[in-house]
């Protein structure tokens, strides 16, 4: 009996669950006011590609001032003089860090155009940091 009585009383919560969800009567939907997209400012990218540009010319410049560096090297592998040993060995130190050096900048100035196309967001960018106690931490606007 109770079985039948606790089916009973479900059965009549599932029934008339519909309206209990609704919770109010359903209204016409209204139309969507139509909002007009503007299309983003076009930015330029001079930078970038100024940047990029000259770590390409940087890079490509490192392998012969490289191959440099190793003839200099080289000059002092197979110098016999003891007053120019020390002179050649200089040289050739000097030669390979104008070298690294020029490697490491041409890669950092790359890495820097691919920042400045692709990843830096404009200073007009629609989402914010606001740091404040009273507010969210993230906003959007659109």
């Known amino acids: 009996m109770r079985r039948a ?3 009973l009383l479900l059965a009549g919560y599932v029934t008339g669950a519909p ?3 609704v919770c109010a ?4 939907a209204s139309l969507f006011q139509e ?5 983003p400012p076009k930015r330029s990218h001079t930078a970038s590609w100024l940047t990029g540009l000259a770590g390409v010319g940087l890079l490509a410049a490192s392998f012969p001032l490289a191959t440099h560096a190793d003839d200099l090297y080289a000059r002092y592998g197979s110098e016999t003089d003891v007053a120019r040993i020390e002179e050649r060995y200089r040289d050739s130190q ?7 050096g020029a490697l ?6 790359l890495v820097t155009a691919v920042w400045l196309r692709f990843v830096r967001r404009p200073a007009d960018a629609r989402t914010t940091v606001i740091l404040e106690p009273a507010r969210c931490a993230v906003s959007y606007r659109f």
């Open 5 to 7: 009585l606790a089916l």
């Open 19 to 21: 309206e209990w969800a």
């Open 25 to 28: 009567n359903a209204q016409t």
């Open 35 to 39: 909002v007009e997209v503007q299309a």
């Open 94 to 100: 000097r030669a390979d860090r104008i070298a690294s």
């Open 104 to 109: 490491i900048a041409g890669e950092a100035l």
